[in-house]
């Protein structure tokens, strides 16, 4: 297997053009969001990038709920926000997801096969799933921030780094891509910790600074979830994602 670590839009086309899998890596918190509403029993994600897409899509599928966030809150007129501690609310219903970053990285990584969200939340899952779909080449995403490629995404590459260390323990691989700052987050993981790197993040602070700081430890957790999001299919404003099971 050969591993990389690419963060961003580079990442998402990279995988994509080049059919491999890819796991988005949007640690506050659409990955984790977006894991534990399947793992509490949403039947399914429509997973679009605009706020707008998301109403288009209400009025087609009007027994769906909205979940979703702009700047960490709600936007108007949806019920739920990104939150995993929110998501018992989605059992058995569709959901419509919409964030800043993660939904719309899964809009641009879209091609990769397979196409998964993934953090610290689901680590062990997805390693297991990728291990046996038997691929070949994978690339984890650190997520960042949409249309900031300079924003310091430390907790997406924190959990991409948590990802990729219980990938190589579990099969002899290639590195690629990322490797150098893998190890880099690698040893600060071993010195400070994951809750410790969640929680200095800039982006915590974005989360505290709008009253969600539950969220920031809840999402630094580990294997909390059996369940991975994975893409299935193409729809007009939308990927439609399932559990993996």
Known sequence: MRLHIIEGEAGCRFAADR?????????????????????????????TRAVENAFVLKAEYTDALLFGERGGLPPSGFDFG????????????????????GAGRMIEAWGATPLLMGSTVNSAYVVQYLLKRNVQEVVLVPAGLMNEPHFDAQEDWAAAAHIAERLCNADPMEWGEGHERFLAYWERIQAEGLPALFASAPHADKLR??????????????????????????????????NVG
């Open 19 to 47: 059919r491999a899998a890819a796991v988005i890596v949007d640690a506050l918190r659409a990955s984790a969001t977006a894991t534990a509403l399947l793992y509490h029993g949403a039947t399914k994600l429509l997973v």
């Open 82 to 101: 990104n939150s995993p501690l929110e998501a018992a609310h989605g059992k058995g219903r569709r959901i419509i997801f919409t964030t800043t970053t």
């Open 209 to 242: 600074a709008v009253g969600r700081d539950e969220d920031i430890g809840w999402c630094a957790r580990t294997d909390v979830y059996d369940a991975a999001p994975l893409a299935t299919e193409q729809r007009p404003w939308c990927v439609v994602v399932r």
